[in-house]
């Protein structure tokens, strides 16, 4: 990888779910707790608005070794100098990301299937995000769940490092990583929480037994 990101604890931030304490205070409970990349994801915002909150995480974030993946927006993502981009199927191509972003920025890439996995170009992608392992509401009109049977398949299939996503909270630490991922990934399971940071050191602690 590009960057030596740890991927085990990977945050996607949700602003409506985060609105209680803001993407950015969320943020630090987050790394308080033991978050390990914080991806931000904000659908309805401009590219301004995502440059703007995207400043506020890299400042939040300095010094704490945490990365800061931005997802789809490749403007943003290299206007906030992120140390990452991530894109889903429906967006560009992976190789045409790779080009805008240049040979240092990550790049992670959303798959869903064992075939799409297994098309991925470890030249030009750095991760993938697989799943939805279970279905979820925090990202309406996903793809069928695949459960772990397919989370291990696709897992199997990729050339990179995968992060499992999708309806998981610490109770699927010990599947997702016996499917082989590299990391689990929520939204739900920190943001909108009443303790963030009680709530990502839970998930920090079932990681750390699952990979014992």
Known sequence: MRHALD???????????????????????????????VQLRDKQADTTRMIETGRALKAALAGTGVGLIVNDDVEAAIAIRA???HIGQDDMT??????LIGRDMVLGISVHTRDLAAGVDPAVADYVGAGPVFATATKPGHNKPVGFPGLTEIIAAAPVPSVAIGGLKAEHARPVFAAGAAGLCVVSAICGQPDPEGATRRLARAIAEARA
Not at 10 to 33: H, K, Q, S
């Open 7 to 37: 991927l085990s604890l990977y945050l996607v931030l949700d602003p409506d779910l985060c609105a209680g304490y803001g993407m950015v205070e969320t943020t630090r409970a987050a790394i308080a707790g033991g978050a390990t990349v």
């Open 83 to 85: 140390d990452g981009l």
């Open 94 to 99: 992976a190789a045409e990301a790779r080009h």
